[in-house]
């Protein structure tokens, strides 16, 4: 039976690896009795990760779904990974619910995925709440990490409770809204923090903030209203205080998200409907609107589709429509998940997550009913590795595998290179790929043999060129005719196709023909029927199988015109193969003359290390031909350093870095754009492409 919309809350915890977001969300489910047990992540018996390499490694590699009950609402939470390499788990996550828990080490302070997760919860359009971990540990500058929450994330950051006590001291926590008597050794007097913390609440209300200004204090249950109201318009990030060793103050954290955890009708959700934008309405009796936010490929339930409902109900058996697909997807059983361990359910309705097992039509992103909702927008794998498998024969059970896991990370992309017979698979890092590996040998008893991770360079050119290509063939029976002339021209990445094509130099455009992936178009300005129309399909097969092979280097070819304007044809020796070879031959010849050029991935790099070796990074970084762009402090005598730095220069920057700060430093980075190679580098790149094309 659905749920009252209004009594569920949804939750996702993130945050940077080993903020203990794992073991506060086993907490959560322990003390709230949804489950009798002594979870532990060091031991290997965490209720969330229960993934054989999650024991293995001891931290999180998927997002896991969960759920208690507690003072009369249903908490749906999603435990993240931490790691900067895993974003995809928490970016999918995020989509599914209304409120984000960005876990902070207390000791560590904030680091990259702290950032990420902020940012990333921001775009979701998700409420935060900043939860501090660890206050167990010994050292801790609480107002120093006060300080710097405020100064990286905003003063509308404000401590629901403080510590009393700190390290092998802390006794528990102490409330800042309704300040107790007792709060002695507390890090920062509540009664101090109190008077700020309400007016940051009551901002949202300028009716309330008059009489509070008159003297009036609000009531609870205006308090508790604004709060949610403040969060949800970002005027207020609510801090609140835990440690799980000592089991302090997480009663309280389950309490503060009765009061503050968004609902799922304090956040707006739009989607489209033939072309137009609408408001979807969290009402069961509304048109369905629901969407896959995650897929889980396990050898025992196969396939799981993890479904958010955002508007109507979904029914178990039911066939839903999908924008895009050509007849209904028929669904199964629907599932609640716990963990690792799924129960059947007859619906879900608006604010419900649930899962369908074994139907190959859903995949992460999909939407549910008669609306497209916004695409799941995932970080493109830039650092990528050519894979076999060790034992002759393992061919199409490695493919199989391989496509298993592209369907579960969508930060995992394969791809076939027909010239080398290669897969190609392609990653976050390379981390990633070596638990992508790792899960293969377990799960699918495929072991892998790896190569040198392939730099995805671009070829393109500076300048415009013409010129022509004969394809003549008589060796006895019927020979191939076919001659092609072509014009050749840079087609920069964010031009207008429309206002390119119809601009004055090309008068006698009869149509045009744009390739988005590769950003490639070609214009037909052929007159007089020099070459007939029947062979401009075997024409443009010619192009788009050069744009895929490059030309100079064996890399795919983008930001790049070409325009037929003329040619000849033989009436009995013409043919669409003689064409198809032409077109080839002449897309060749003509971009060699145009000042051919490789472009290489540029990413953004984000490094987060100890203020002392700032200058070590930027050496390092020199030599990368990377180029700063920025730095600020990341609290607690930590340093982020934002750079721009090649892929090839970056895609094994993980040693190193560790080397230079002790194992203190990291990272994220993410693709920005391409930029043309330096003519040294370039020279080096295409004699190696071409050396290895000989070994072959």
Not at 1 to 19: E, F, P, Q, T, Y
Not at 120 to 143: H, M, Q, S, W, Y
Not at 559 to 571: A, L, R
């Amino acid at each position: 039976m659905a749920r009252k919309v209004d009594d569920i809350r949804n939750l996702a915890i993130c945050g940077h690896g080993n903020s203990g977001k794992t073991t506060l969300v086993d907490q959560l489910l322990v003390q709230s009795g949804a489950v009798n047990a002594k979870p532990s992540v060091d031991a290997g018996t965490s209720i969330c990760d229960f993934d054989e390499e999650e024991k293995h490694h001891k931290h999180s590699i998927e997002a896991t779904v969960v759920h208690f009950d507690h003072g009369g609402k249903r908490f749906n939470v999603i435990d993240t990974p931490g790691y900067p390499d895993l974003v995809g788990q928490m970016i999918g996550s995020l989509r599914a619910v209304e409120t984000s828990l960005i876990a902070i080490d207390a000791h560590a302070g904030i680091k990259v995925n702290t950032r990420r997760a902020w940012n990333e919860a921001g775009k979701a359009g998700c409420g935060r709440i900043l939860v501090l971990t660890k206050l167990d540990t010994d050292n801790i500058d609480f107002p120093a990490l006060i300080d710097s929450i405020k100064e990286i994330f905003g003063n509308s950051c404000a401590l629901l409770n403080v510590p009393l006590g700190l390290g092998d001291s802390l006794r528990g926590v102490a409330s800042t809204l309704n300040v107790p008597e007792d709060t002695e050794g507390a890090a920062i007097a509540p009664a101090e923090i109190n008077e700020s913390l309400i007016e940051s609440i009551i901002e949202v209300d300028e009716a309330v903030m008059e009489r509070y200004f008159e003297g009036e204090l609000p009531s609870s249950e205006e308090l508790g209203r604004l709060m949610v109201e403040s969060i949800a318009a970002g005027s207020l990030t609510p801090i609140v205080c835990v440690s799980t060793k000592k089991e302090v103050g997480v009663a309280e954290l389950m309490d503060v998200l009765v009061q503050t955890a968004l609902p799922p009708t304090a956040v707006v959700r739009t989607a489209t409907k033939d072309g137009d934008s609408i408001t979807l309405k969290p009402d069961p009796s509304a048109p369905l609107a629901a969407q896959v936010f995650k897929t889980r490929i396990d050898p025992f339930v196969q396939r799981l589709s993890f479904i958010r409902v955002f508007s109507g109900t979904l029914k178990k058996d039911a066939t839903v429509e999908s924008p895009g697909a050509r007849k209904g997807i028929k669904l199964g059983p629907l599932l609640e998940v716990q963990a690792g361990e799924t129960s059947p359910i007859e619906d879900a309705g608006p604010g419900e997550i649930c899962a369908v097992a074994k139907c190959e039509d859903l995949h992460t992103g999909t939407s549910m009913g008669k609306v497209e909702l916004p695409p799941i927008q995932f970080p493109t794998p830039m650092v990528g590795l050519a894979v076999a498998p060790k034992s002759r024969g393992d061919e199409a059970k490695l493919s199989g595998s391989l496509h298993k896991i592209t369907e579960e990370d969508a930060t995992i992309h394969l791809e076939h290179d027909a010239e080398t017979k290669e897969m190609v698979l392609t990653g976050m890092s390379e981390l990633h790929l070596m638990l992508i590996q790792e899960r293969l040998k377990r799960r699918d008893k495929v072991e892998v043999e790896t190569k040198e991770p392939k730099i995805p360079y671009r070829e393109t050119i500076q300048t415009n060129a013409d010129g022509s290509y004969r394809h003549k063939k008589q060796s006895g029976g019927a020979g191939q005719f076919g001659e092609v002339h072509i014009r050749m021209f840079p087609f920069p990445e964010g031009t207008d196709p429309e206002e390119y094509a119809v601009k004055a130099r090309f008068p006698q455009l009869k149509s045009k023909h744009f390739h988005e992936k590769s950003n490639f178009i070609w214009l037909d300005s052929v007159v007089g029927g020099s070459i007939p129309g029947n062979f401009m399909p075997a024409i443009e097969k010619g192009f788009l199988q050069r744009v895929q092979q490059g030309v100079v280097a064996g890399y795919p070819v983008q930001n790049v015109c070409v325009e037929v304007h003329f040619g000849k044809d033989h009436p009995v020796d013409s043919n669409e193969t003689a064409f198809k070879i032409a077109a080839n031959k002449a897309f060749a010849k003509v971009f060699q003359e145009a000042r051919p050029s490789l472009l290489e991935p540029i990413v953004n790099m984000h490094i987060t290390v100890p203020a002392d070796n700032v200058g070590d990074v930027s050496s390092d970084l020199s030599g990368r031909r990377g180029q700063m762009s920025g730095m600020e402090s990341a609290g607690g005598g930590m340093t982020t350093v934002e750079a721009k730095v090649p892929l090839a220069e970056a895609a094994t920057y993980a040693r190193t870095l560790s080397s230079m700060t002790g194992g203190q430093g990291s990272y994220s980075m993410e693709f920005s754009h391409y930029e043309v190679v330096p003519g040294n580098v370039q020279q080096e790149i295409i004699s190696q492409a071409k050396l290895a094309k000989d070994e072959d």
